[in-house]
């Protein structure tokens, strides 16, 4: 059974920059794209930045390019997503998702109906 356990969220001012990190367990890491996913009080879940399962290749929504950055590191089963400038707007909470399926790809990642398990989520919230 997949189980994916975030960390690093927090209270951080606008401008700051914070870590989270995804540790999965049960699952072939290598094997399965993976995703982090955000949503925000009275809105849809969305699909913030997607790294394949060999890392070559990522995808970030537009609202966070340049700003985020994703990882993997296949040693720790752990995934990561560095998140510089942070803006209010950013303010979430945001989940780690592993593919439904081995090898799959990015683009099937984008949509919460492509991921096969979730994270419990990590809450990060930028004041002004």
């Known amino acids: 059974q997949v189980q994916l356990a975030e960390s690093g969220g927090g209270l951080v001012q606008a401008g700051g920059s914070l870590r989270l990190s995804c540790a999965a367990s049960?699952?072939?890491?290598?094997?399965?794209?993976m995703a982090w996913f955000r949503q925000a009080p009275g809105k849809e879940r969305e699909c913030v930045a997607v790294i394949s399962w060999s890392g070559g290749t990522t995808y970030y929504v537009d609202s966070v390019k340049g700003r985020f950055t994703i990882s993997r590191d296949y040693a720790k089963n752990t995934m990561y997503l560095q998140m510089k400038s942070l803006k209010p707007e950013d303010t979430a909470v945001y989940y780690c998702?592993?593919?439904?399926?081995?090898?799959?790809?990015?683009?099937?990642?984008?949509?919460?109906?492509?991921?096969?398990?979730w994270g419990q989520g990590t809450q990060v919230t930028v004041s002004l």
């Open positions: 049960g699952v072939t890491f290598s094997r399965y794209t």
């Open positions: 998702a592993a593919d439904s399926r081995m090898f799959g790809s990015i683009a099937t990642m984008q949509r919460p109906s492509g991921v096969g398990a």
